[in-house]
């Protein structure tokens, strides 16, 4: 007899608002997929958890908008790729992009956790193997307003070996000339050998204005300019791309190998990031990662979210060769430092995925306890 999928659990979270710069990670949402054989898989997408609760819990409409519990309950969790295909059909009308596949994201990270438990292999193993032991991080963190600050943040990064900071969000992109000094600073304080990369949320908005601020911040050599435009500018990503001397980054806005298609083809960025609780999960990860490679663009997965996020992005990313980077966030809300027993961190700057089976992450009891919304 066939393991057969019991029930898909959504567990919202929710950390009381702090007084600081919003985006440090103030909820979170997890899915527990369980069976009959008592295995259970959990996997999480960085996405609203009410939306997402409505997503998985919704009755049926009609064939092609149903809910996802009822579309998975009583099916074998073992055949990912038909499981990945049913859910993308059961939702073609509320689905197919955006929260829609959010949702199916997240199930399928739990569903590689189930297959990985019931094989008693690593994710890795079931992706075909791992092409690196680990890789090298690079530390994410939202400014604070003082430049001096966020110069002693990247400090202490360098100091632990990481290669790399990003930073983006809060005050950060409305102010040319103010930002201008807080990567100055910055800058000065890492000095020459580490890479910084800065992330405008989109904001700078125009081409206009992204050329004009990467012209003006030239001299601090950054690795990349993330998300200067709306994610669906795709005519001024693909001039800003053709004619900065910059590298430009985006897509941890995108859903599916179809809009990474797009993406890839039309906006022409240097450099790649599906966001793998997001962007349909390992399943669709790993094809949106095979166009990239095709077309020769650096992959490096957005990941600003809990200890789930993190384990499916380094098993992810082990298994592939050209893969050489991973995204650590620097928040310390306690969703993501602590909603894992034992989760993945840097060491010598370095990320290696979990020993255990599946993708090696327990839920930490007192966490979700404290901060359970539903
Ligand atoms: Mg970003």
Redesign the pocket.
């Known amino acids: 007899m066939a393991m057969l999928i019991t029930d898909v659990e959504v567990v919202g979270l929710r950390v009381p608002a702090p007084d600081r710069p919003n985006e440090w990670g103030e909820d979170g949402v997890v899915v527990r997929v369980h069976t009959d054989e008592g295995l259970v898989g959990v996997g999480e997408t960085d996405s609203s958890p009410e939306v997402i609760r409505a997503l998985i819990e919704a009755p049926y409409s009609h064939s092609t908008c149903m809910g996802l519990r009822e579309a998975l309950v009583g099916t074998n969790p073992l055949h990912i790729r038909q499981r990945w295909q049913e859910m993308y059909d059961a939702t073609n009308y509320v689905g197919r992009r955006g929260a829609g596949i959010h949702a199916m994201s997240a199930i399928d990270i739990a569903l590689w956790d189930i297959a990985g438990q019931y094989h008693e292999v690593p994710v890795y193993e079931l992706l075909g193997g791992r092409f690196h032991e680990s890789l090298p991080a690079y530390g994410t963190f939202i400014p604070v307003r003082s430049p001096a600050d966020n110069a002693a943040r990247a400090v202490t990064l360098k100091e632990r070996g990481l290669r790399a900071a990003k930073f983006?969000g809060a005050e950060f992109g409305f102010d040319i000339e103010a930002d201008g000094e807080t990567i100055a600073r910055v800058r000065e304080a890492v000095g020459p050998d580490f890479d910084l990369m800065i992330?405008l949320?989109g904001r700078w908005g125009t081409h206009a204005l992204a050329s004009k601020a990467i012209e003006r911040y030239e001299d601090y050599r950054l690795a990349w300019v993330?998300?200067p435009l709306p994610p669906d500018d795709h005519a001024g990503y693909a001039r800003l791309s053709e004619h900065s001397r910059v590298a430009i980054a985006g897509g941890?806005a995108l859903t599916t190998r179809y809009e990474f298609a797009s993406f890839l083809s039309a906006a022409k960025p240097h450099v790649v990031?599906p966001d793998i609780t997001r962007c349909g999960g390992i399943t669709e990860m790993v094809r949106i990662a095979d166009l990239a490679a095709m077309q020769g663009v650096r992959l490096v997965p957005?990941g600003?979210s809990t200890g789930i996020l993190n384990a499916a992005t380094i098993h992810f990313l082990v298994s592939r060769p050209e893969a050489d980077l991973m995204e650590m966030s620097q928040s310390d809300s306690p969703l993501f430092t602590s909603l894992v027993v034992d989760p993945v961190t840097t060491q010598e700057g370095r990320v290696a995925p979990p020993d255990g089976s599946g993708l090696g992450v327990v839920l930490d009891d007192n966490t979700l306890d404290n901060y359970r919304i539903f």
């Open positions: 983006g992330d949320v993330e998300e941890e990031q957005h600003f």
